[in-house]
């Protein structure tokens, strides 16, 4: 789960233009962080091109912080 949080911190830096340590598993993508959900459709984008999944629209509206599309993500990675 680590490298895989490393990676989201990176892709989440850098699409909301924010410093990586300002990213927690609890951060919250429109409070903490920032995000407006144009910003979060790229982001989902991102992480999808990244690591080869499918985020539906759906389930990444349901996104209210890092660790729920963490583990979002790594569900749908141990499928693979």
């Not at 789960?1 to 429109?30: H, V, Y």
């Amino acid at each position: 789960m680590d490298e895989l949080f490393e990676k989201m911190k990176k892709l989440i830096a850098e699409k909301l233009e924010i410093e990586e340590d300002k990213i927690t598993l609890d951060s919250s993508f429109r409070q903490d962080l920032g995000a407006d959900s144009l910003d979060t459709y790229e982001l989902v984008y991102a992480i999808e091109e990244e690591l080869g999944i499918t985020i539906p629209d759906e389930k990444a509206n349901e996104f209210e912080t890092v660790r729920d599309a963490l583990e979002f993500i790594k569900a749908e990675l141990e499928k693979k």
